[in-house]
């Protein structure tokens, strides 16, 4: 079946440690996108690429990376420099590359990211 | 910019009661707009959407008008099931030259049985 796969879906972290979220789709979907999820906070954006080998910051770049070498995938990894990465991480993709997109976001079932 | 403003919860209701979600926007432009839908654990499923002033999106019993005169957007199901407790977002999208959607902060609904 089509869909997003994310992993790990739970992650914990000692504190000055990278990681890197994953995050693959089959749904031969051009745009990907990078939430964070925190309680009473909604989503917020981090990064997005609207096709292979270009990105872009969100709202909360700060502290992340992202890569898009291959259409399928968009891992984030989450560096030392971020202040606070406790939280539910939501990765999502879309079809439309068109400017303004107004298409549904697909989701993966988010990764888990705890700072020990 | 844009914005979301939905409304505050948690809400709690008893099975096959009324429900009203409100949301307002602040948008440039024409946006679509979403409800989206997060079970425990898991992702956020699109649930409706609309994409022009005066649609009607519905599904699995859920409808949302688009009304452009009031900005709003709001969510009502007319008899609640205990499978509908999740959280609920608003969303905008294709709003201007923003290039993702804009999400609301969510809104907590549990149904009693």
């Known amino acids: 079946d089509g869909g997003i796969t994310q992993s790990p879906k739970y992650l914990f972290r000692k504190e000055g440690q990278n990681v890197t979220l994953s995050c693959e789709q089959n749904l031969n979907h051009d745009a990907m996108y990078w939430y964070r999820q925190d309680p009473g906070q909604g989503l917020r954006l981090i990064y997005y690429s609207q096709i292979v080998n270009d990105f872009q910051k969100g709202d909360i770049a700060e502290g992340y990376s992202v890569s898009r070498e291959k259409k399928e995938s968009f891992p984030l990894t989450v560096t030392s420099a971020q202040k606070n990465p406790t939280a539910f991480y939501l990765c999502?993709?879309?079809?439309?590359?068109?400017?303004?997109?107004?298409?549904?976001?697909?989701f993966g079932e988010g990764s888990r990211l705890t700072v020990l | 910019g844009n914005s979301v403003t939905q409304m505050e919860g948690p809400v709690t209701l008893s099975e096959e009661a009324f429900l009203t979600i409100n949301c307002t926007y602040t948008?440039?432009?024409?946006?679509?707009l979403f409800w989206y839908v997060q079970y425990p654990g898991e992702g956020l499923q699109l649930l409706l959407k609309a994409t022009k002033a005066d649609d009607k999106g519905s599904n699995k019993g859920f409808e949302a008008t688009y009304r452009k005169e009031t900005t709003s957007f709001h969510l009502e199901k007319g008899s609640v099931q205990v499978s509908d407790s999740a959280v609920y977002f608003c969303a905008l999208g294709g709003a201007g030259s923003a290039r993702q959607l804009t999400f609301g902060s969510g809104t907590q609904l549990t149904v009693l049985p």
């Open positions: 948008a440039t432009g024409y946006p679509s």
């Open positions: 999502a993709s879309s079809t439309p590359r068109g400017d303004p997109p107004s298409g549904e976001l697909f």
